[in-house]
T-cell receptor, first 113, second 115 residues
Framework: AQSVTQLGSHVSVSEGALVLLRCNYS??????LFWYVQYPNQGLQLLLK??????LVKGINGFEAEFKKSETSFHLTKPSAHMSDAAEYFC???????????FGAGTRLTVKP | SQTIHQWPATLVQPVGSPLSLECTVE??????LYWYRQAAGRGLQLLFY??????ISSEVPQNLSASRPQDRQFILSSKKLLLSDSGFYLC??????????????FGQGTRLTVV
């Protein structure tokens, strides 16, 4: 069965520093991978997704992620953190046949001034 | 464009009382519909999903049930709430089988506190 593991429940960076949020997946078929962001007491908003094609995916708000099949990873990065990036981030894998999604436990990003 | 509505935004209910959370989607037809629960400090747990009217799949045994009386309406219910039912409930939709592997779109969530 497909699943994702997010390494690190909390990540803290300084404003302007690199953001790296880690996600590893397990899938018996080619995966479809997603990163979502959640601000307090709100729903989830899609940041970016990988389905097929280019392995480096660019999303909204300056985020990007690279699908690495050999490492079964889909880490999320942003070159320079902004205070507004403070939120919870979820990695997800899609099962494909009925669009059922499995989410990681989430990583809370804190950005220090 | 498609929109998803979920209500209420917050709810405080006593133990043993019933629950009904409603979710509706506009601007699309035959969507897949989902209910997730997010407990404090934990990820999203898929509770139910539905690929059509009256078709409900349950992911985990629990005190909750779901129904889909109309194509774009998804309801989460309980006859008697438990303290452990407290959490943040999220409804989501995605295009049905004809559009595979697209993302899910989420409502704003309902924060349920059982007291």
């Amino acid at each position: 069965a497909q699943s994702v593991t997010q390494l690190g429940s909390h990540v803290s960076v300084s404003e302007g520093a690199l953001v790296l949020l880690r996600c590893n997946y397990s899938s018996s078929v080619p995966p479809y991978l997603f990163w979502y962001v959640q601000y307090p007491n709100q729903g989830l908003q899609l940041l970016l997704k990988y389905t097929t094609g280019a392995t480096l995916v660019k999303g909204i708000n300056g985020f990007e992620a690279e699908f690495k099949k050999s490492e079964t990873s889909f880490h999320l990065t942003k070159p320079s953190a902004h205070m507004s990036d403070a939120a919870e981030y979820f990695c997800a894998v899609g099962l494909g046949n009925n669009n059922d999604m499995r989410f990681g436990a989430g990583t809370r990003l804190t950005v220090k001034p | 464009s498609q929109t998803i509505h979920q209500w209420p935004a917050t709810l405080v209910q006593p133990v043993g009382s019933p629950l009904s959370l409603e979710c509706t989607v506009e601007g699309t037809s035959n969507p897949n519909l989902y209910w997730y629960r997010q407990a404090a400090g934990r990820g999203l747990q898929l509770l139910f999903y539905s690929v059509g009217i009256g078709q409900i799949s349950s992911e985990v045994p629990q005190n909750l049930s779901a129904s889909r009386p109309q194509d774009r309406q998804f309801i989460l219910s309980s006859k008697k709430l438990l303290l452990s039912d407290s959490g943040f409930y999220l409804c989501a939709w995605s295009p049905g089988r004809r559009s595979m592997n697209t993302e899910a779109f989420f409502g704003q969530g309902t924060r349920l506190t059982v007291v």
